[in-house]
């Protein structure tokens, strides 16, 4: 059996591919970022520091829980599009069409999926667990 050093070499050369991605995205997610309070009408709790890296990874949120772009009513946002801000979409003060105010888009999905988890790690019933005191 006769063995092809050009196939060996494109299976290596696949594989090293494959793992270079998968560490240049995993690169990409930040560690953390802090959710705050700017330009909201009223501001009754204090910033968010979210885990993004852990929540990404260790509790397999997919990115298209939080990040999104709706066309026809469907998700099309894919993880090598570009992350927008989220009060580019969302107003912090009031609602727009049918676009969540700011503290409400984050508010009912960070909730929302923390009460799905009832039971588990998320807390969703005393606010400070996530939310830090006011200053």
């Not at 802090?34 to 520091?49: A, E, L, T, W």
């Not at 939080?66 to 946002?77: A, L, M, S």
């Not at 989220?86 to 999905?109: I, M, S, T």
Request: hydrophobic content about 30%.
């Amino acid at each position: 059996m006769k063995k092809n050093p050009f196939a060996l070499f494109t299976l290596i050369f696949c594989g090293l591919v494959f793992l270079m991605v998968g560490v240049l995205i995993a690169a990409s997610i930040p560690e953390s970022i802090v959710i705050s309070n700017k330009g909201y009408d009223q501001d009754r709790r204090g910033p968010v520091n979210f885990t993004h890296r852990k929540h990404s990874e260790e509790y397999k949120v997919a990115c298209t829980e939080c990040h999104h772009e709706y066309q026809e009513d469907k998700n099309v946002w894919k993880d090598t599009d570009p992350v927008r801000k989220c009060v580019e979409c969302h107003d912090p003060v009031g609602k727009k069409g049918n676009v969540d105010r700011l503290q409400n888009a984050f508010h009912n999905n960070c909730h929302g999926c923390h009460k799905e988890m009832k039971g588990k790690e998320a807390p969703y019933r005393k606010c400070t667990d996530c939310h830090e005191k006011k200053s």
